[in-house]
């Protein structure tokens, strides 16, 4: 059993993905329970003739008891300049929330959507106590599709041949590594200013997007989808995800994006890849930026 908490438009999006693929039962958790419940009886008819999985809606925490996996998709408030204009509404949701995962699914895995995702990532590890290996932040795979849409936009060609990721913050500080992106296997070399541009633009796509519409819902459905999937099958997906450091890439007691393999027992391995040293020195600039919210919460 898959349980979602938050039956908004990312959390309706990855429920239909769920259910669409006959991934697994799915549990639909929402404050309003007419939310939940009209979601559910939606995202019932997309499930495959011969499948046996079931969809409900409801806004009682109990039910997510037996989840394999849990992912947290709620959200309050509105982000106006950076996503840690939501911190002042999520982190209390995300207490809150905690007690009930402790309560009612200690044996799942997590995965956070929840802006801002480091610190909301963090502050759900502590809250509920669980293992690093069970507590997983959705951001930096999100990035990374954006990062490889950019790439292949500069370069004229199809994103599907693009190798790229994205590490550090699910923010303004994000790391474009553009020392191991790749097109058709080779190397991708590009100038300063390219490098330059490239950045900005991924750390600004969700302002761009909001030129024509609210926010991001089928990127962050699918990227979170991918590692529910990964868990539920035991997949070894390779991704950028956040995750709780300690000591990989000289930082500890942060969560923030890096190399994952993500399984059944859900972070299976962080991968500590070579970068360049200004890779590395702006993801220790990001690392002290998520830990300056840290320290609030």
């Given at each position: 059993m898959i349980s979602?908490?938050?039956a908004g438009?990312?959390?309706s999006a990855l429920g239909f993905l769920i259910a669409a693929t006959s991934l697994d039962d799915l549990v639909l958790v929402n404050r309003s329970k007419n939310k939940a419940v009209g979601e559910a009886l939606d995202i019932t008819n997309t499930i495959p003739q011969g499948s046996s999985i079931s969809v409900i809606g409801t806004d009682d925490f109990e039910s997510i008891k037996g989840s394999k996996v849990v992912a947290i998709t709620a959200s309050m408030g509105e982000i106006k300049a950076d996503r840690t204009d939501l911190l002042i509404h999520n982190i209390p949701m995300i207490k809150e929330i905690s007690v009930n995962l402790k309560k009612y699914a200690d044996d799942a895995k997590i995965v956070i959507v929840t802006n801002p995702v480091d610190v909301v990532t963090y502050c759900a590890l502590k809250e509920t106590g669980f293992t690093r290996e069970n507590v997983i932040g959705m951001g930096s795979s999100l990035d990374s599709a954006r990062f490889r849409y950019l790439l292949a936009k500069m370069l004229g060609?199809?994103?599907s041949l693009v190798e790229g990721i994205v590490l550090g913050e699910h923010g303004a500080?994000?790391?474009p590594i553009f020392s191991t992106a790749k097109f058709d296997g080779k190397a991708i070399r590009l100038d300063n200013r390219q490098i330059a541009e490239i950045t900005t633009e991924v750390r600004n796509y969700w302002k761009y997007l909001r030129e024509f519409k609210e926010a991001s819902v089928?990127?962050?459905a699918k990227n979170t989808f991918d590692i529910i999937k990964a868990i539920v099958n035991d997949e070894k997906l390779n991704v950028p995800?956040?995750?709780l450091l300690?000591?990989?890439y000289g930082l500890k007691d942060v969560c923030l994006g890096v190399p994952l393999t993500i399984g059944k027992g859900g972070v299976d391995k962080i991968e500590e890849i070579k970068?360049?040293?200004s890779e590395l020195e702006s993801l220790n600039k990001s690392a002290k930026t998520i830990m300056s919210n840290i320290i609030n919460i």
């Amino acid at each position: 059993m898959i349980s979602i908490i938050g039956a908004g438009r990312v959390g309706s999006a990855l429920g239909f993905l769920i259910a669409a693929t006959s991934l697994d039962d799915l549990v639909l958790v929402n404050r309003s329970k007419n939310k939940a419940v009209g979601e559910a009886l939606d995202i019932t008819n997309t499930i495959p003739q011969g499948s046996s999985i079931s969809v409900i809606g409801t806004d009682d925490f109990e039910s997510i008891k037996g989840s394999k996996v849990v992912a947290i998709t709620a959200s309050m408030g509105e982000i106006k300049a950076d996503r840690t204009d939501l911190l002042i509404h999520n982190i209390p949701m995300i207490k809150e929330i905690s007690v009930n995962l402790k309560k009612y699914a200690d044996d799942a895995k997590i995965v956070i959507v929840t802006n801002p995702v480091d610190v909301v990532t963090y502050c759900a590890l502590k809250e509920t106590g669980f293992t690093r290996e069970n507590v997983i932040g959705m951001g930096s795979s999100l990035d990374s599709a954006r990062f490889r849409y950019l790439l292949a936009k500069m370069l004229g060609e199809n994103q599907s041949l693009v190798e790229g990721i994205v590490l550090g913050e699910h923010g303004a500080s994000m790391v474009p590594i553009f020392s191991t992106a790749k097109f058709d296997g080779k190397a991708i070399r590009l100038d300063n200013r390219q490098i330059a541009e490239i950045t900005t633009e991924v750390r600004n796509y969700w302002k761009y997007l909001r030129e024509f519409k609210e926010a991001s819902v089928f990127g962050a459905a699918k990227n979170t989808f991918d590692i529910i999937k990964a868990i539920v099958n035991d997949e070894k997906l390779n991704v950028p995800a956040s995750a709780l450091l300690n000591g990989e890439y000289g930082l500890k007691d942060v969560c923030l994006g890096v190399p994952l393999t993500i399984g059944k027992g859900g972070v299976d391995k962080i991968e500590e890849i070579k970068l360049e040293k200004s890779e590395l020195e702006s993801l220790n600039k990001s690392a002290k930026t998520i830990m300056s919210n840290i320290i609030n919460i």
